[in-house]
Nanobody, 134 residues
Framework: QVQFVESGGGLVQPGGSLRLSCAAS????????IGWFRQAPGKEREGVSC????????YFADSVKGRFTISRDNAKNTVYLQMNSLKPEDTAVYYC???????????????????????????WGKGTLVTVSS
């Protein structure tokens, strides 16, 4: 059974940190580029960060650049989003998505984050809620 599950969300004070995980089961992440997306109440979905399937090519939205990092551990079939210096505007449901694409170019990695509807994402998780509030 295929599962793609986010975890690690919760309530954190401004300036705090959280690490989100996206764990796959039933398929291997090796050939998938992975993206983290978020949607705040009343707002459109936003691509936060994406990572290539084959190397360390990454993309970050301007709103999180310098504060968030993305990484993957293919041995654990898991992708992580480390979020530091969190702000109230980071409050949202965070989703991960998998695009089957070997060795995507930086253009594709950026594109899957900026215009995800233009790409045939194979899997989407159900999301984890992050609330940044004092």
């Amino acid at each position: 059974q295929v599962q793609f599950v986010e975890s690690g969300g919760g309530l954190v004070q401004p300036g705090g940190s959280l690490r989100l995980s996206c764990a796959a089961s039933g398929f291997t992440l090796d050939y998938y580029a992975i993206g983290w997306f978020r949607q705040a109440p009343g707002k459109e979905r936003e691509g936060v960060s994406c990572i290539s399937s084959s190397d360390d090519t990454t993309y970050f939205a301007d709103s999180v650049k310098g504060r968030f990092t993305i990484s993957r551990d293919n041995a654990k079939n898991t992708v992580y989003l480390q979020m530091n210096s969190l702000k109230p505007e980071d409050t949202a449901v965070y989703y991960c998505a998998a695009l089957r694409f070997w060795a995507p170019s930086i253009t594709t990695v950026r594109g899957m984050c900026v215009t995800p509807d233009s790409y045939a994402m194979k899997y989407w998780g159900k999301g984890t809620l992050v609330t940044v509030s004092s």
